[in-house]
């Protein structure tokens, strides 16, 4: 079992400019959720996934915006880049989108700098 | 929303002490708090766990305590150990319109010293 896998591990990008981040989810895992956590901070829940729709969304603006596949892979797509939105970006994958009935898995994350 | 605050920041033991940190959050609706913890350049990796139904849990050398009444919860690790150094995150969990969320403490970096 591979775990959470995401791409790219690191990127570049200068401000304006736009970013795609993958994740996919582990295996028997239908729900994905993407954080952003910036240097020194905890996980900032951005938005969640379940049945190829955004089920729950947090404190982030509309640059940010995402999508599921029917595998249940998803893709985090963040347009015109500021110097803040870097950070680290996590996705996190679980069975099941209602109560907490198990660990929610993290990948090792997509490290984003903005120049 | 649901808010988490998470103290002390940082936190400096010898090898063998306790350490505790602790949590608080603000929606009474929370019923799922998590721990997680983060090495450096890794993964968030849960370590324990505890629902509103029970005031506390142990697994070997950690513990977790939750007091409904006053919205919080604390991490109570025992013996630490060097390996024990990382960052530690708590975290609540809500559930609107039937979908759950994790909001998570800003971390609390332990530092075991041999």
């Known amino acids: 079992d591979a775990g959470v896998t995401q791409s790219p591990t690191h990127l570049i990008k200068t401000r304006g400019q736009q970013v795609t981040l993958r994740c996919s989810p582990k295996s028997g895992h239908d729900t994905v959720s993407w954080y952003q956590q910036a240097l020194g901070q905890g996980p900032q829940f951005i938005f969640q996934y379940y049945e190829e729709e955004e089920r729950q969304r947090g404190n982030f603006p509309d640059r940010f915006s995402g999508h599921q596949f029917p595998n249940y892979s998803s893709e985090l797509n963040v347009n015109a880049l500021l110097l803040g939105d870097s950070a680290l970006y996590l996705c996190a994958s679980r069975l099941g989108a209602g109560i907490y009935t198990g660990e929610l898995f993290f990948g090792e994350g997509s490290r984003l700098t903005v120049l | 929303g649901e808010n988490v605050e998470q103290h002390p920041s940082t936190l400096s033991v010898q090898e063998g002490d306790s350490a505790v940190i602790k949590c608080t959050y603000s929606?009474?609706?929370?019923?799922?708090f998590p721990w997680y913890k983060q090495e450096l350049g890794k993964r968030p990796q849960l370590i324990i766990d505890?629902?509103?139904?029970?005031g506390e849990k142990k697994d070997q050398r950690i513990a977790v305590t939750l007091n409904k009444t006053a919205k919080h919860f604390s991490l109570h690790i025992t013996e630490t150990q060097p390996e024990d150094s990382a960052v530690y995150f708590c975290?609540?969990?809500?559930?609107?319109?039937?979908?759950?969320?994790?909001?998570f403490g800003k971390g609390t970096m332990l530092l075991v010293s041999p």
């Open positions: 505890i629902r509103s139904n029970v």
């Open positions: 929606d009474s609706a929370s019923n799922y």
């Open positions: 975290a609540a969990s809500i559930r609107y319109s039937g979908y759950s969320t994790l909001t």
